[in-house]
């Protein structure tokens, strides 16, 4: 899921290139460059594209697109050849919603024996008028018909800012599908595979198209083929897998990482440990702000959009949360009640203030200041979040307003009680391997459990930027939440300090 949100987070200036935290080398992760060599590091910076002759020469422009990738990463000793290549399924009766074949991008990364599967995010359709919508304007999230093999998806030309974001995912990588150390400081030199979400149904779908059925929803059979497929491309002889995925994705890794691992033991390969890594997939099923009618996909209900979707996809859900939710197998969509279910090390990374929670629960951020009831929702809802998270062993929850995280550049900057999403995750990581030493005790000074305490949206002081898109301009802690109809006198009142130290505790970030 994605949200239509009009405020967005922005990098801000990295607080470890003034100073050294999160447990990270306290060197600059862009330094300049040495004197001899910053004049044709300026030039290189100032590199611009043609878009002119893109749908003429696409090799051109992709070689203008890596260009321009190298300029951002003028220090590096790493060699800029990322390409991630396009792999159609050998199985070819699995496809993508409109009938054309489903398949993967990877990257190998020889000697390594760690593999990361990337679900792409976006959205759904639940009935045949608005899957018909969506093939009109977002054919991209239904079909292969626009893939370039090789490197990425034609029907991007419009260039837009997700066309950009598709280039660099799908040439350098961002996030954790970076391979540069300085990015990705564990999981760089992995093998990478990005599966473009073409099914609609939450990956969770096993239906064909047929006569009777205008689409085909098979989200839970591509990931699987995928997984057979890459057994025959070096699969077969690593040590973990890490099944990732945002939004949408993100929830398609709660309902698939014990089917994939299970799937690798009943063809024998039982020494892969397979792991879940969810971001921005832990919606809530909680009552609208505003409740409307369920004409499209934003403004219907979680609940009621899963409820019809699951019978249109032919979702399938894991058998145990199956069994537990049995007739009402809707309810394993919802990360809180599927989780107790899941017998695999999952991961939980959630924003408190999730923008496509708050636009699925008619909270519309339209640049105007929101109103006292909605403020009160904003804050019941990270409350709600924060309940459901308390038990989860492995999780990092900030309080900041914003959707996806683990693909973003400023995943290595924003932190909570010190302690930043990468390095998180690396704690995670060596937990798990003591705990297959029969040590269960975690190592020390390493916490994976991570939730911010704060009760509103951006009191964490490493949030992203948020700019207000009405103006392009960034807006500082008390200014957003002034904007966000959050009142000073009264809070200040209620929580017995005077207006003008709450203020400055607000400035400083404490």
């Given amino acids: 899921v994605g949200g239509y949100i009009f405020l967005s987070s922005a990098r801000k200036p990295r607080v470890s290139e003034e100073k050294f935290r999160g447990g990270r080398n306290p060197q600059q992760r862009r330094a300049l460059p040495p004197a001899h060599n910053r004049d044709r590091a300026e030039t290189t910076e100032s590199f611009s594209l043609d878009f002119t002759a893109v749908e003429e020469n696409m090799d051109n422009f992709m070689t203008q697109v890596k260009n321009l990738a190298q300029s951002l990463y003028p220090c590096s000793a790493q060699k800029l050849d990322y390409d991630m290549k396009l792999h159609f399924l050998e199985n070819t009766s699995v496809t993508c919603n409109d009938g054309t074949p489903a398949g993967y991008y990877l990257k190998e990364s020889k000697g390594s024996r760690r593999w990361l599967i990337f679900l792409e995010g976006g959205w759904y359709c639940f009935n045949k008028e608005n899957c018909d919508s969506r093939y009109d304007t977002m054919r991209r999230l239904m079909s292969s018909s626009k893939c370039i093999t090789g490197l990425l998806f034609s029907f991007l030309f419009l260039f837009s800012f997700n066309f950009i974001m598709h280039v660099f995912i799908l040439t350098l990588g961002t996030g954790i599908l970076s391979s540069l150390p300085e990015e990705n400081p564990h999981w760089w030199n992995a093998n990478m595979v990005f599966i473009p979400y073409c099914s609609s149904d939450v990956w969770s779908g096993a239906t064909p198209k047929t006569d009777k059925n205008d689409y085909a929803f098979m989200g839970s059979l591509i990931i699987k083929e995928v997984v057979k497929d890459l057994l025959t491309k070096g699969l077969d002889n690593a ?231 009405s103006t392009g301009q960034e807006m500082n802690v008390i200014q957003f939440l002034m904007h966000m109809g959050f009142d000073v006198q009264k809070m200040a009142h209620q929580q017995g300090m005077d207006p003008s130290k709450l203020l400055g505790m607000l400035s400083s970030g404490s």
């Avoid at 809802?381 to 929850?397: S, W, Y």
């Avoid at 900041?400 to 995670?428: M, Y």
């Fill in 239 to 469: 040590k973990i897998l890490l099944l990732a995925g945002s939004s949408a994705g993100g929830t398609g890794v709660l309902l698939n990482v014990d089917s994939v691992s299970e799937l690798l033991e009943e063809l024998g390969h039982t020494n892969i440990q397979v792991r879940g890594l969810s971001d921005s997939g832990w919606f809530l099923d909680n009552k609208q702000y505003r409740c409307t009618d369920c004409v499209d996909t934003i403004n219907c209900a979680p609940t009621e959009v899963i409820k019809r979707g699951i019978k249109y996809w032919g979702g399938v859900v894991p058998e145990r949360c199956r069994q537990a939710y049995e007739g009402k197998e809707w309810n394993c969509f919802f990360g809180y009640k599927v989780y107790p279910t899941i017998k695999r090390p999952v991961f939980i990374v959630q924003w408190l203030f999730d923008e496509a929670q708050l636009t699925v629960d008619n909270i519309h951020l339209t640049g105007q200041p929101v109103q006292e009831g909605q403020w009160r929702y904003i804050q019941n809802l990270g409350t709600e979040l924060r309940n459901t998270l308390k038990d989860v062993p492995a999780m990092f929850a900030p309080a900041c307003l914003s959707h996806e995280f683990i693909t973003r550049n400023f995943w290595t900057d924003v932190q909570v009680k010190g302690t930043s999403l990468p390095r998180a995750l690396h704690c995670w990581d060596r937990s798990l391997q003591e705990n297959s030493r029969n040590n269960k005790s975690p190592p020390k000074g390493c916490p994976v459990h991570l939730i911010d305490s704060c009760p509103w949206p951006h009191c964490n002081p490493t949030c992203p930027t948020i700019r207000d898109q």
